[in-house]
Each structure stands twice: as structure tokens, then as C-alpha cells.
């Protein structure tokens, strides 16, 4: 079995965990597509954390406190450059993670693609499955926000760091996806997959940006594989992070059936066939979608396994 999940984020990357542990029991092979909205390049660095949460966390280096960054992580390069006065100051490079984009950096200067750069990468952290950014071309996360009395457009690192999305925005703008391609393999990975799934990732700044691309999106959709969504909320809040700040943004009821509404059914344009809400949830209804119920909570590896299994059954592939 070929599994393919969508994902961005920690909570992407959590879920990516359980995806490993069920595809070792069952013989099956797991790509991860994904997200690089994030991506900023900052002190002459190029930086890709969702990227670095999915290589961290399945290669066993990743803080488990603060659930992104390396565990065991000094900064004393942050605190030169604040000494310095070095802008921006706002956002942290820990000492050990600079290696990580030292290595990017120079790699994607001397003309490799990033999917490249991430396979050299990986090489490293031996993930136990294939990742793959959505492209290998320039595509942002962008904000477009009224601060001082001026509208302009910031970087979501800056939205989410600096402003803690405290100030007011209008909407979100996926910079260069229009024109962007998908990196080497996603494409052939979408074509040969028994099921495609959407890890439990921000809908609008993780997952959204992936399906932004457009041959990606069609790909999703007109692919022979099932499609099945895993809710990043549960009840009327977000498991971790800043999902109901963005679905406010956008105008989407922060709930599971908002989320799945903002997905939609591939029937209907959209591009899910199934949507795995919590237990709690029972009973959510999304138009053209096939709705179940089981634990959502990704409290351990065992636990998020039985959420990816779940959601194999509602693909029916399981």
C-alpha cells in the first residue's frame, strides 16, 4: 500500500509519526507532501520549518517541550545577533537548527532544487519515510494587514512571531503558487497512491498552501486515490497551534465541520471523499462527505497510529 499524506506543521508532523508506525506493520510505503508557505529566508539563511518539524520529529531530534526546534538546543548565535542589534530580532535561530540551514542554504545556492537539498538532508535524520516539499519553486505564506494605519503584506513568520496575528487582516496570500510546479516526485507520488491523506494540519496557512500549487490540487482531485481529512480541531478549538486565528481570517466557523466545508467533497469541487472527526464530534454533518467518529487526541505514537488506521477504514483501504 502507497500512502501519501498531505501535511505542515507539528501537528503534521505528529501524525506523520503514527503514519510510520502503521505502514511498518502493514508493509506499506508513506510520502509526506509538504507545506513550504512557511519557508522564509532571514540573516541570509534559507529556512523551511515544516520541513525541519517533519525531519526532527521522525528522525528523534526534535524538543518535545516546545514541540518544534532541536531538543537540546543553545542559542548563543541569537543572543550575539541581538547584541548586535541585527534585525530581525523578533524571530530565534537556534544554534544547532543554523547547521540545518547553513547546509540548505549553501546547497540551494550552488543550484539544487530543494527537493534534492531535503532528500541530502534526510540523509542524516533517516526518517523512515519519503519527504517531499510541495515544490521546489518560491511559494510564501503572506498576510496582508493593516499596521500603523498602512495596509501591506507581511510574511506569516511575521504575522505569527512578531504580531502573535494580533493585528487586523484582511486575508491570506499564497505568493508565487500560482506559477509554481510541483517539486520532483509529488506528482508521480499522487498518481501511484492507494489513498491520500490530509494530516490534521492548519487548514488555512499548512495544508491550503500545498493545494495551492496548482497541478497539485488537480492531482488530488482527479486522482484515482480516496481522499480522507483528519479534523485539527476538535470541538470549537484547534488541538495545538493558531488554526481558529486563520480560519477567522478567512471567515470559516473554527469547528470540524467548518474545516471540512473549507476542504469540501471532491464531488462538489472540493477535495475530500471522507472527514475523521473527534468522538466528541459525533454527529457533524459536511455536505457531500462521509463523516465518522473516533479519538482524535494524538497523546502518544500508539494512539495517533489508531488515528491513521481510522482514517485508512474510511478511505477503505485499511
Known sequence: MRIVVLAGGIGG???LLGARAVARE???????VVNVGDDVTLHGLRICPD????MYTLGGGADPERGWGRVGETWTVKEELAAYGAEPTWFGLGDKDIATHL???????AG???SAVTAALCDRWQPGIRVLPASDDRVETHAVVEVDGATKAIHFQEWWIRHRAAVPTQRFVFVGAETA??????LDALAA????LVAPSNPVVSVAPILAVPAVREAVVTGKAPVVGVSPIIGTAPVRGMADKCLAVVGVECSPAGVGGLF??????????????DESDAGVEVPGLTVHARPLWMTDEAATGAIVRAALSVAGVS
Open 13 to 15: 508532523a505528529r501524525f
Open 26 to 32: 502493514v508493509g506499506a510505503e508513506v510520502t509526506a
Open 51 to 54: 520541513l525541519d518539524s517533519v
Open 103 to 109: 547546509v540548505r542554504t549553501r546547497m540551494l545556492d
Open 112 to 114: 539544487y532544487p530543494l
Open 181 to 186: 510546479k510541483p517539486a520532483a516526485g509529488v
Open 193 to 196: 497512491a492507494d489513498v491520500v
Open 264 to 277: 469540501g467533497a471532491r464531488g462538489a469541487g472540493g477535495v475530500l471523499d471522507g472527514w475523521l472527526v
